[in-house]
DNA sequence: TCTTATTGGGCTAGTGTTAGACCATTGACG
DNA sequence: CGTCAATGGTCTAACACTAGCCCAATAAGA
């Protein structure tokens, strides 16, 4: 762990790639993470948002309607709008070779960056004082979560997951934690819903948000640090 | 905390400016965290890690040499080597300046983000499992700063902080504690490096190492908190 | 003292990206 | 049944960025 080694973490590259390339994957995050439902804003908005120009947007769009995500429609009260299924749960077969796709360094990156970030969310959140208002969101948001049918069941978990890091008021964390779930996505989405794991997901989501409204840092953390470990050692399961 | 509140987070701007500008912030990062301490790369070694053409490395070398970080020397042998000082702790009007210039939810926003993500690497650290060579690496960062001479110090303090990250093994981990540290460094630089902070931090970072050696998440959690509460508390004194 | 490997300095042709203007289409509503 | 506001579709000129090449300078070492 010597200064070279901390050399590369911060001399990465300084883009990921060109801004179509970029674009696309933002615009798959929100499409994969159920944040947009019916159709994405009008393209003048959605360039300026993203801070790219129209045309390089455009590119984007293009390629996910190719892709069969987005279905464009011109004219007033037109758009693009949503043809995405979130996937159904696959076979087993698939998901080993989605983690495997994945490649064994980048999913336990992932799932320890994961592990980090939301544990710190919590355990940031529980040590805040929260107005009446937030704490009735959250306490929406666990019950959206564990009253939903399995449809629309990701959708809201990632909702519940995502409130925990918004509520604490730090963009920078809310990024964090966004994109954390986003590189485990695709495993999720291959994992089967089991009345019985979603059962068992709300009596962990339901002892994270009493920890935080108990105001119990240590607590909160625990809570979601069980709660991470089931996943996480499912999907490291296909690892082996 | 509705859909469109989550929707801004994902939907950032793309890139967060040209690439130019992008590149010297990056380098000042390497300079200011003192990862780099006699000269940069070569030029086309650093193009490369970076991902950006030489040309556009080179305006930035350019802008930090009229800046007066560094100062370029042709043939071989020469590079760009630094000119760059640790500034000596300010006055305290400067330090409130500092403060105030980057912006009260800015502030709010790098602290509870650097708290997080802080305190998950730690905890994530406890959880696993060392090898002797990393517990001994811990040691090391954790005996380097302890007995640190002032001007080396904030390098060091740097260094230990993101070890703990490092020895995660997560990139991703060790990029936003990196980050989170940048985010407030131009302030820790403003605050006076006095004896007796030195040694409080010390005793904070020994609770810290001796938690993740027991293999005690909530033990390196708190300690962890603790010590970032100190440092943050004194930087949100000066918005009052 | 000369050679030479290494490094920064500079140029060019080609591609990616942008801003802004204008055109084409659509459907709600008067 | 026409109007028109909102939206996607297209074009152009300018700028940003890149890859690749060659030149210029330097200092260690023969």
New binding site residues.
Partial sequence: MDEVSRLVTVLRP??A???????VERLLQVIKLGLVTE?????????AQL?????????A??ALQDAGYLS?????????FLTYAPPRPRQEDELRRAVVDMGTDDLEDALTFRMAVECGAAQVLATTELTRERRDTLRERLQAVNSANPDDYRRLDTAFHLAIAELTGSALLTASCADARLRITDLLDAIPILQRNIEHAGVQHAAIVAAVLARDPEAARRAVAEHLEGTGALLRGFLA
Same sequence: chains 1, 2.
């Fill in positions: 300084v883009r790639g060109n801004a179509f390339e970029e674009t159709k994405l804003p009008p393209e003048r908005e959605l360039a801070g790219i120009s129209r045309v390089t947007l455009r590119e769009i293009r464009v429609r011109r004219g007033r009260y037109g758009g693009a």
